[in-house]
């Protein structure tokens, strides 16, 4: 199928996905209804069957664009997820953190620590880190909504950030085929540093775990937590799961860490001559996540069915039910690759956008600044990230390549950091609620607490993505104006929107 150029037509698509997400808060029908609009348009400027025609373009984009080995490294992670889960090692884990952290900061800085290592997914994030830590900062008079936050603060921006799991292999499948990159490992790994919303996202959940950092709401409940003992918990479900020893959520992970690590260097020619960086580059992403994923799910099954730690029929149904839980992402993914194919492959609108920029003099600095917000506001209002960065990164790319080439990293983390940005602080975003439910918090208190801090690591990245615009992509400058206006805004909050202490001098 030959592209065809058809002006201000070529935003329909991408514009329509868009208002339909905020208003119907549908993603996967948002999608479909962007594609067909897209392939209506093609179908019309080539006299071809408004129907017939439509709907056979549709399908044959879905076909040519859907990349199965990355399907397949998403189902097989969803496996991994659901059978580590089965085993019960995370209750191992919280047994053994029980005995040895007895402060607040202690037993919160340990859930930053232990939510940083559980990066399978943000699901698995927040089932894993919840129940290995949240006793243990009961314990210590830690209350519910921290505990919230902790866990929702180090789910999403410490994912989009790890080179395995689940979110790296649907980050760089909806990086479309470029000139610049020569592999979409290589863009996930040059785009972390400009990442500056989950890193600062990051260092503030650290900032937090000290005493007398909280502001607003939050200080005031963990003032509560610390004078009455009252945490602010409610009941929840608990999940079921296999009496596993440590090592039985330890090994699977590591297998499948240092077996991916293993294969993108096999796969990128160390062994070939390649230097190590080389090798990362020029891996296959999809061929080695596949390797690594079967060596944890192999390293799983010889560790808990000899033992009986999960028997055979429930291991071979934690892998189905592991599969079916991925579902909803594939969707997403897959209908994104194929509007990202209409866009770019037969109406040609990163090029019309681009050229508009160039022609009507706008300032292309405010680009990363701009890509931002609208993925953040995306985000926020869909409550998936995943649906946010696949409508968004292939317009990116074509922008940013014609426009703008020196800002294609920082416009390439303003995408993934603002979609992460929503995924984080949006009330429906099935990873907040995740986190208010392992926590046993109120999911409105959780949202309304901190929502605060998420502001400020916003501000923050926002401020660092117009510094990178005007310097063309400094990543120096970027920073130094990041870290100057968070910390400028910790500094604000606490002074101005309060903090509260308890009776006996300690909030945290």
Same mark, same amino acid.
């Given at each position: 199928? #030959?592209?065809?150029?058809?002006?201000?037509?070529?935003?329909?698509?991408?514009?329509?996905? &868009?208002?339909?997400?905020?208003?119907?808060?549908?993603?996967?029908?948002?999608?479909?209804?962007?594609? *067909?609009?897209?392939?209506? &348009?093609?179908?019309?400027?080539?006299?071809?069957?408004?129907?017939?025609?439509?709907?056979?373009?549709?399908?044959?984009?879905?076909?040519?664009?859907? #990349?199965?080995?990355?399907? *397949?490294?998403? !189902?097989?992670?969803?496996?991994?997820?659901?059978?580590?889960?089965?085993?019960?090692?995370?209750?191992?884990?919280?047994?053994? %953190?029980?005995?040895?952290?007895?402060?607040?900061?202690?037993?919160?800085?340990?859930?930053?620590?232990?939510?940083?290592?559980?990066?399978? =997914?943000?699901?698995?994030?927040?089932?894993?880190?919840?129940?290995?830590?949240?006793?243990?900062?009961?314990?210590?008079?830690? =209350?519910?909504?921290?505990?919230?936050?902790?866990?929702?603060?180090?789910?999403?921006?410490?994912?989009?950030?790890?080179?395995?799991?689940?979110?790296?292999?649907?980050?760089?499948?909806?990086?479309?085929?470029?000139?610049?990159?020569?592999?979409?490992?290589?863009?996930?790994?040059?785009?972390?540093? @400009?990442?500056?919303?989950?890193?600062?996202?990051?260092?503030?959940?650290?900032? @937090?775990?000290?005493?007398?950092?909280?502001?607003?709401?939050?200080? %005031?409940?963990?003032?509560?937590?610390?004078?009455?003992?009252?945490?602010?918990?409610?009941?929840?479900?608990?999940?079921?799961?296999?009496?596993?020893?440590?090592? #039985?959520?330890?090994?699977?992970?590591?297998?499948?860490?240092?077996?991916?690590?293993?294969?993108?260097?096999?796969?990128?020619?160390?062994?070939?001559?390649?230097?190590?960086?080389?090798?990362?580059?020029?891996?296959?992403?999809?061929?080695?996540?596949?390797?690594?994923?079967?060596?944890?799910?192999?390293?799983?099954?010889? /560790?808990?069915?000899?033992?009986?730690?999960?028997?055979?029929?429930?291991?071979?149904?934690?892998?189905? %039910?592991?599969?079916?839980?991925?579902? =909803?992402?594939?969707?997403?993914?897959?209908?994104?690759?194929?509007?990202?194919?209409?866009?770019?492959?037969?109406?040609?609108?990163?090029?019309?956008?681009?050229?508009?920029?160039?022609?009507?003099?706008?300032?292309?600095?405010? *680009?990363?600044?701009? &890509?931002?917000?609208?993925?953040?506001?995306?985000?926020?209002?869909?409550?998936?990230?995943?649906?946010? @960065? !696949?409508?968004?990164?292939? &317009?990116?790319?074509?922008?940013?390549?014609?426009?703008?080439?020196?800002?294609?990293?920082?416009?390439?983390? %303003?995408?993934?950091?603002?979609?992460?940005?929503? #995924?984080?602080?949006?009330?429906?975003?099935?990873?907040?609620?995740?986190?208010?439910?392992?926590?046993?918090?109120?999911?409105?208190?959780?949202?309304?607490?901190?929502?605060?801090?998420?502001?400020?690591?916003?501000?923050?990245?926002?401020?660092?993505?117009?510094?990178?615009?005007?310097?063309?992509?400094?990543?120096?400058?970027?920073?130094?104006?990041?870290?100057?206006?968070?910390?400028?805004?910790?500094?604000?909050?606490?002074?101005?929107?309060?903090?509260?202490?308890?009776?006996? !001098? /300690?909030?945290?």
């Amino acid at each position: 199928m #030959d592209p065809v150029y058809v002006g201000w037509l070529s935003i329909i698509p991408p514009i329509l996905a &868009i208002s339909l997400a905020l208003i119907t808060k549908e993603v996967i029908v948002s999608l479909m209804v962007g594609i *067909l609009s897209g392939t209506l &348009i093609y179908t019309v400027s080539l006299g071809g069957n408004v129907i017939m025609d439509t709907v056979r373009y549709a399908f044959t984009m879905m076909t040519n664009q859907v #990349d199965i080995g990355l399907i *397949l490294v998403m !189902g097989m992670l969803g496996a991994i997820v659901e059978v580590i889960t089965l085993s019960g090692g995370q209750h191992a884990v919280a047994d053994w %953190a029980k005995q040895r952290f007895h402060s607040k900061t202690s037993s919160q800085l340990a859930t930053v620590l232990v939510g940083s290592c559980l990066i399978l =997914s943000d699901v698995f994030h927040n089932l894993s880190t919840g129940a290995i830590m949240k006793t243990i900062n009961d314990s210590n008079r830690v =209350s519910r909504p921290k505990f919230a936050y902790i866990l929702d603060a180090t789910a999403a921006p410490v994912c989009c950030l790890m080179p395995i799991g689940i979110w790296v292999a649907g980050i760089c499948a909806v990086f479309p085929e470029n000139n610049t990159f020569s592999s979409p490992m290589e863009i996930f790994f040059a785009n972390i540093p @400009f990442n500056v919303y989950c890193i600062i996202s990051i260092l503030m959940v650290i900032y @937090f775990c000290f005493p007398h950092n909280d502001f607003g709401p939050m200080a %005031a409940i963990e003032a509560k937590a610390e004078t009455t003992g009252d945490l602010e918990s409610i009941d929840e479900p608990v999940k079921e799961s296999g009496v596993g020893t440590i090592v #039985d959520m330890v090994i699977p992970m590591l297998t499948l860490v240092v077996g991916s690590i293993l294969f993108m260097l096999y796969t990128g020619g160390f062994w070939s001559g390649n230097s190590f960086i080389q090798a990362f580059s020029d891996c296959s992403t999809s061929v080695s996540l596949q390797g690594g994923c079967f060596l944890a799910l192999a390293a799983a099954f010889l /560790m808990y069915i000899p033992r009986k730690i999960v028997s055979f029929k429930a291991f071979m149904n934690g892998i189905y %039910a592991g599969i079916q839980s991925m579902v =909803s992402g594939m969707t997403i993914i897959i209908l994104a690759w194929t509007i990202g194919g209409v866009c770019r492959k037969l109406l040609l609108t990163g090029d019309f956008v681009a050229n508009q920029v160039i022609e009507n003099s706008i300032p292309v600095g405010i *680009l990363p600044a701009i &890509i931002f917000i609208i993925a953040a506001a995306l985000s926020f209002a869909t409550g998936t990230s995943w649906g946010t @960065f !696949g409508i968004l990164m292939p &317009i990116v790319f074509n922008i940013c390549e014609v426009a703008a080439p020196a800002l294609l990293l920082p416009a390439i983390a %303003a995408t993934l950091g603002g979609s992460c940005w929503g #995924d984080h602080c949006s009330p429906i975003s099935d990873t907040t609620v995740l986190a208010s439910t392992c926590a046993g918090c109120d999911h409105i208190k959780h949202v309304s607490t901190q929502i605060p801090y998420c502001i400020v690591g916003g501000a923050g990245a926002i401020s660092g993505y117009l510094t990178a615009g005007f310097t063309n992509g400094s990543l120096v400058a970027t920073w130094v104006v990041s870290l100057a206006v968070t910390v400028a805004l910790l500094i604000g909050g606490k002074k101005f929107i309060g903090y509260k202490k308890s009776s006996t !001098g /300690m909030a945290n």
